[in-house]
């Protein structure tokens, strides 16, 4: 364990938690620390918090907070030992790997090299099978571009892939978990066959899943890997590892809808083109956008179901916090169609004529009140006030009508929202600090984190079970064992004590900690008095009930003796 905390230390050392956090969320400076909005609960008004000073970052909405490991942990949804791994290459830390090390980040390993080989057998199997390649020749995608999406060939035989894989020692049980084969009632086959192959990468450029295109009429279309420890559909985004430079240096994104338009649009130099993987955007998916920029363009059919998709797409990337404007092709047009018959310098022109959601939504809707509501309902889900105001301002002057009717109705559907708000995924959310915790307890925990010469008055006056909560118990009986630096208790902490530990350290500190932490420490002695005399009262009615004299006399006299106690 201490030369883990080396290694922490090493790596905290060289890292700022605002500069990784930034990566992830827009921050602004807020006095001495940093706001920005909480990427762990859905939030209008910014109040989560990363202190450069403390190296820890609070949301005081939802109550979530750790140092910049739990912020990657709990992010990414990585392991302790992954988010260790990740920050350490961001560090330029080398970690030397002990065997324990080696067995935890086994699995995660195992299935990426699983993906990295089957995508070497993949490529391969493209190289020697002619209908493979004319039919991508045929769709104008060059050896270049295949080479730089890494595209691949699965062959039609049952077994192809897992033969090999199996001639390479992986285990069955991996395979099968990489949903690399499937089992069937006569043994194991392989996912993809007879199918192009488009392999998935993380934004790391590691490859996780593939997506597999029949090449004839076989259904489905389009078949994806399933969900695996390393591949999250909704989490991943087609082409984001090609295309995160070029989003940062264009300042915006362009969202597309298959992988197809991806690629196209990368042969023609949009770069900065991507595609969710087949289903709906999701927020998250837009969070993830959000690292690299907060403009969006969402391209799509003009036809009515196109309509209907993008306007699905839109309304999710404005909830995550982009500005989105949209762009609707001719009918019967996807990117890739377009620019295969129109070419780049077209496109380029198309994309200079994307609209803002206004006017996308005065495009499609004929009954103006319905658009006006569903227009409304959408822009209530936009986490900045500022730029829901614009765009209420935008929709008044194209429509004409008065914008305090507007900003009226608005506000009855996000009071509406909010309600639903809460009652969702309440798993989620961790404890809020302060709602149910006794004053007192917080106060002394406040005051020994900010004070820690205070510590020894308090183990000298009460003792751990006198506090009632089990939070600031964890707590204060870690730092009773000698934990003095915070980063230490930090470590040491589940997510709930890390939670309250971060909140009390961004607090300010108390205008006269002294008289606090006395009056605390005997409002504290007095609610365990309190507690043994309710105790003390139950056995004695307990005792009279069963007439037993001498327990009886022995009860009077304790709750004599704990009455005259002064505290
Ligand atoms: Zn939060």
């Known amino acids: 364990m201490s030369s883990h905390n080396n290694l922490l230390e090493e790596i905290k050392s060289r890292l700022d938690i605002v500069d990784v956090i930034s990566d992830y969320v827009p921050l602004k400076k807020a006095g001495q620390n940093w706001k920005g909005l909480c990427p762990f609960h859905s939030e209008k008004i910014p109040s989560f918090m990363v202190s450069p000073s403390k190296q820890i970052f609070h949301c005081f909405g939802c109550g979530i907070g750790g140092d910049v490991f739990t912020f990657i942990m709990k992010f990414e949804n990585y392991s302790f030992q992954e988010s260790l791994t990740e920050l350490a290459k ?3 830390v080398e970690i030397k790997k002990s065997h324990e090390d080696k067995m935890s980040s086994g699995e995660r390993e195992i299935l990426l090299n699983l993906h990295r080989d089957a995508l070497l057998f993949y490529q391969r199997q493209l190289s020697q099978n002619q209908d493979a390649g004319a039919y991508l020749k045929d769709r104008g995608i060059t050896e270049e571009i295949q080479a730089l999406f890494a595209i691949g060939y699965a062959p039609k035989e049952w077994d192809a892939l897992l033969s090999y894989l199996r001639g390479k020692d992986y285990k069955i049980d991996m395979i099968l978990k990489a949903g690399l084969i499937n089992k069937g009632v006569k043994g194991y086959y392989d996912t993809f066959r007879d199918r192009i192959i488009f392999p998935i990468f993380n934004n790391r450029g590691e490859v996780i899943a593939f997506g597999g295109r029949a090449m004839d009429d076989s259904i489905p279309k389009y078949l994806n890997s399933p969900e695996t420890p390393i591949f999250s559909k909704s989490r991943t985004l087609y082409g984001l590892n090609l295309a995160k430079d070029a989003i940062r240096k264009e300042g915006f994104v362009i969202f597309v809808e298959g992988y197809f338009d991806v690629i196209t649009a990368h042969m023609h130099g949009f770069k900065n083109t991507l595609a969710p993987l087949g289903t709906a955007v999701t927020k998250e998916q837009g969070r993830l956008v959000r690292r690299f920029t907060d403009n969006a363009i969402v391209v799509f059919d003009g036809d009515a179901s196109g309509l209907k998709a993008a306007r699905n797409c839109i309304g999710i990337l404005l909830e995550s916090g982009l500005n989105v404007r949209a762009l609707p092709l001719p009918e019967g047009e996807d990117p890739d169609s377009f620019l295969r018959k129109r070419g780049r310098d077209a496109f380029s022109e198309f994309l200079n004529k994307a609209v803002s959601i206004v006017e996308f939504f005065i495009m499609q809707e004929e009954d103006r ?20 105001g614009e765009y209420v301002k935008e929709l008044s002057e194209r429509l004409n009508i008065n914008e305090v009717f507007i900003m009226e109705e608005l506000r009855r559907i996000i009071k509406r929202s909010r309600i639903k708000d809460v009652g969702l995924k309440k798993e989620d959310i961790p404890e809020v600090p302060g709602d149910t915790k006794p004053m007192d307890e917080r106060y002394i925990l406040q005051i020994i984190l900010h004070f820690p010469e205070m510590r020894e008055r308090l183990f000298k006056a009460v003792s751990i079970e006198d506090f009632e909560d089990p939070t600031i118990r964890g707590i204060i009986q870690k730092i009773k064992t000698g934990l003095v630096d915070y980063n230490d208790l930090i470590y040491e902490c589940n997510e ?4 309250l530990l971060t909140g009390l350290l961004l607090k300010d500190e108390l205008e006269d900690p002294e008289k606090v932490f006395e009056d605390c420490l005997r409002h504290l ?3 365990k008095r309190q507690r043994q005399l309710e105790e003390l009262q139950e056995k004695i009615r307990e005792a009279e009930l069963q007439r037993d004299e001498d327990l009886l006399r022995n009860l009077l006299q304790e709750k004599q003796q704990i009455l005259k106690l002064k505290v």
């Open 525 to 527: 002695k007095s609610r």
């Open 90 to 92: 961001r560090a330029g």
């Open 496 to 499: 709930q004590e890390k939670g």
């Open 369 to 388: 009140h319905i658009m006006v509501r569903e227009f409304l309902e959408i822009i209530a889900q936009i986490p900045d006030g500022v730029r829901r």
